[in-house]
C-alpha cells in the first residue's frame, strides 16, 4: 500500500446517474462509468480507515468494495445525499464493538443529532448492533493515524460545506472539496500543490450552488495539483466523451475508482 489509498465509493450527484424514469444517453448507457452512486470515498493508510459522508447508498457500497472496519466518519455537510446511509454505520460498530468517532462542524453535527437522535444517546448501549455515534466537533486541524487534516470551509448556496485537506507529514496528499459553488481564495491556498485535489463537477449549465464542467475545471487549473479528479455529477457528464474534452491532469472520477498515492 502507498501513503494513502483513496476509494471512489460514489461519484454521483443527489439523485444518482441514471436517474429514475430518465431515457438519456448517459442514463442508458453501457460503460460502467456512467453509473454513478450517491458521492463519497473512502481514505485507508497503514495506520486508520476514514469515510467521508454516508450517502444513501452505503450499505451497496460496503459489500460492493467489501469494507470491514471503518475507524472515523467525516461529514462535509448534512444534505441527504451525504447523510442518508448513516445507520447502515451500525455495523461497523457492531464488528468493532465500540463507538464509531463522527467528525463534523457543529452545524452538520446539530443535523446529524436532530435526524438520528438515537444514535447520539448512551442509554441504549446494551443493544450492541445499534449505530453508537462519538460526536467530535470540528473547530480546526485535527489528527486521525497518521494524517493530519485541515477542514476548509466551501460555499454551497445556504450550506456551507466542510472540505478536507490531508498531509502525511510534509506531504499535501489530497483535497477533497466536493459540493461547491466556487473555492474561495483560502480554499485555494489549502488546497495548493495538493497531489490530488477532488473538486465538484455537476454539468454544462450553471446552478446555484455547484461548480460547472467549466468552473471547477478552471478552478483546478489555478491550483497547481498533480492531478484533478471531478466527482458530484450528473447525467449531463457522460464519461468517455466529457473526459476527452478535459485538459491533462484533470479527469472525471468514477464509482470504484481507486488511486494509490
Ligand atoms: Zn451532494
Ligand atoms: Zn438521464
Ligand atoms: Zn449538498
Redesign the pocket.
Known sequence: MGELEIIFLGTGT?QGVPIIGCDCITCKSSDPRDQRFRTSILLRTNSVSLLIDTSPDFRTQCLRENIRKVDAVLY??S?T??VMGFDDLRRFCEMADSDLPIYAVSETLNDLKRIFPYAFQTTHSFLKNYMRAAPREIKGEFSLGDLRIIPVALP??R?T?TGFVFFRGARKLLAYY??CKSVPPEAQEAARGAEILVLDALRHVPHP??LTLQEATEAAQRLSVRGCYFT?MSHDLKHEETESTLPLGIRLAYDGLQLRI
Open positions: 443527489s462535509t455537510h444534505h445525499d451525504h454551497h448556496g450550506f460545506t466536493t459540493d450552488t455547484h458530484h
